[in-house]
């Protein structure tokens, strides 16, 4: 075996950072561990081209830190870390590759658990698995997770409901125009319960499959990727790409409410407070779309269906509970979750200390 595992000095605030090289199968990954006040780290494991081992450093240390916000929010008992592989997803992998990143998880003693995440899938995981417990997401099994995308999908539409009610007065969505951008995994499943809902679909994606569906099952208006902004809506779901907010997009987006489960999409933090200023609420990413990170919490605590249950109904509470703050302070939502964020970090370590 040739796997060695060096720590590297991590950034002020991060508890750890290693660095795995495994030049039998190929292996060049790092695993950072930002916080562990909640709980042993959670968080996927990416694989990347990336350039250069710095530029996987600055994605391993904003990922895992964004993953210690996301589960205190979702109340999950864990804190925050996240892994990458360099290396290209469609060439590079083997079997091998993701034995050795197991056996590399395995070292760090349970102080992080790895899943998939960009460029991995649950085969690949199931590899990592078969040299560590701490590699989960897995299909099958007494407490496999599985897909996540029907959790996240259910979780992004609690919210959702939360925030109309904040926003329009009631949960009811009856007729409310939504408009759901990307029919995937995640979008696909939000639209049904919308639709259910009775809610007026208009939609967009680049797979006109998709669209095909939505169009007959759904009776979803159908427009063009790029006629979002210039359409009349209530509430925008973007369920596809990251950073659709934009300075160009944000002033013109008719909504009143933003929730969706794409990630990081706000350009750049500025724009939460350039909706805010429009009375636009804008629901954070991190926060409305944990139903993934639920389902996977489950598979590590070894709970049953009770638990992704409650922990969805409970980040639907804290929805709730951000809203109204941001209304009485008049500050954005944005803010309001990172207050909330560091008010369960500071208990946590006051319970520890
Ligand atoms: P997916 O790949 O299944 O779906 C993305 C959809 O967006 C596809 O149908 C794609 O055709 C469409 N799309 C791509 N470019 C587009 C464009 N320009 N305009 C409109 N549509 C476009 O992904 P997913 O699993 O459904 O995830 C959606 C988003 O939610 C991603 O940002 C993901 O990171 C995030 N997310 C997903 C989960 C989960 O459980 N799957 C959890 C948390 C966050």
Not at 24 to 51: D, E, F, K, V
Not at 140 to 152: A, E, L, N
Not at 315 to 336: C, H, K, P, S
Request: hydrophobic content about 40%.
């Amino acid at each position: 075996m040739t796997l060695t595992l060096t720590d590297e000095t991590p950034p002020k605030g991060f508890e750890r950072l290693v660095r795995a090289e495994d030049p039998a199968s190929g292996l060049r990954a790092l695993i950072c561990i930002h916080s562990t006040a909640l709980g042993p780290a959670a968080g996927g494991c990416r694989m990347w081209n990336y350039a250069r081992w710095d530029d996987a450093r600055h994605d391993v240390q904003r990922l895992a830190e964004g993953m210690t916000y996301k589960n205190a929010m979702a109340d999950l008992g864990l804190g925050g870390g996240k892994s990458v592989i360099l290396g290209d997803a469609k060439r590079d992998k083997t079997p091998e590759l993701f034995r050795a990143f197991g056996r590399a998880i395995n070292a760090l003693n349970g102080s992080y658990y790895t899943a998939e995440d960009v460029g991995t899938s649950p085969a690949d995981i199931a590899q990592a698995a078969t040299e560590t417990p701490y590699a989960v997401g897995l299909e099958g099994g007494q407490y496999g997770s599985g897909d996540p995308s029907p959790f996240t999908a259910e979780g992004v539409f609690q919210c959702l409901r939360v925030g109309a009610k904040h926003v329009f007065g009631s949960e009811d969505l009856t007729g409310r125009q939504v408009l759901v951008q990307g029919l995937g995994h995640v979008g696909m499943s939000l639209a049904e319960k919308l639709h259910a809902a009775g809610a007026a679909l208009i939609v967009t994606d680049i797979d006109q499959a998709a669209l095909d569906r939505a169009a007959r099952g759904l009776g979803a208006t159908v427009i063009a990727p790029d006629q979002v902004f210039a359409t009349q809506m209530d509430i925008f779901a973007p369920c596809a790409l990251g950073a659709v907010l934009n300075d160009t997009t944000g002033p013109q987006l008719t909504a009143k409410l933003i929730c969706g489960a794409a990630n990081n999409q706000l350009a750049h933090p500025g724009i939460a407070g350039a909706l805010h200023a429009r009375g636009i609420r804008y629901l954070p990413d991190y926060v409305v779309n944990a139903g993934g990170i639920i389902s996977v919490a489950g598979e590590i605590h070894k709970a049953g269906p009770g638990y992704r249950r409650d922990r969805l109904a409970g980040i639907a509470g804290r929805v709730d509970a951000m809203l109204t703050r941001a209304e009485q302070e008049d500050r954005n939502t944005t803010e309001i979750a990172a207050d909330m964020v560091k008010e369960i970090l500071a208990s946590a370590n006051r319970n520890v200390a």
